[in-house]
C-alpha cells in the first residue's frame, strides 16, 4: 500500500483570485455548458501551448478551490464555479466565493484555528 506525498506548503499553485479569472476564461470558451472540456481545450484556454508542471499545477489548484470537477471523458466548471460565475445577488455569490476559499484543506484548517482563537503550538 502506497502512502499518499503531502501537499507542497506552496498549495494551492495560484490564488482564487487568479483561479477565479481563469475560470472566466473557461466560461467563455466552452460553447456548451453541459459538455466537460477535454485537456487541449482547457489548455487553449487557460493560454497554455502543452501540458507541463505549471499547466497541471494550475488545474490541480483549480480542482483544489472546488472550481473544476472530473466529469465522464473531461473537466468540468463545477456547481460552486457556476455559482460564482452566474449568481443573481451579491451574497449568493459571497457563499460561492468562501466555500472556494476554504476547499482547500489548509486554508480551512487555518480558518477553524483562527476562527476559535486557536493558534498552532509554537507560533
Known amino acids: 500500500m502506497t502512502q499518499e506525498k503531502p501537499r507542497s506548503p ?6 482564487l483570485t487568479e483561479a477565479i479569472e481563469l475560470l472566466r476564461k473557461l466560461d467563455v470558451c466552452q460553447a456548451d455548458k453541459a459538455r466537460p ?8 484556454a487557460l ?6 508542471g505549471a499547466a497541471a499545477k494550475t488545474i490541480a489548484a483549480m480542482r483544489a478551490y472546488d472550481l473544476l470537477h472530473k466529469q465522464e471523458d473531461g ?3 463545477s456547481p460552486v464555479a457556476r455559482t460564482i460565475l452566474d449568481a443573481q445577488d451579491e451574497e449568493e455569490k459571497l457563499d460561492a466565493l468562501q466555500r472556494a476559499a476554504l476547499s482547500p484543506l489548509c486554508y480551512r484548517a487555518i480558518w477553524r484555528q483562527a476562527r476559535h482563537g486557536r493558534m498552532p503550538e509554537g507560533k
Open 75 to 77: 473537466i468540468a466548471l
Open 47 to 52: 493560454d497554455y501551448a502543452s501540458f507541463h
Open 37 to 44: 472540456l477535454k485537456r487541449p481545450e482547457i489548455l487553449k
Open 10 to 15: 506552496r498549495f494551492p499553485f495560484i490564488p
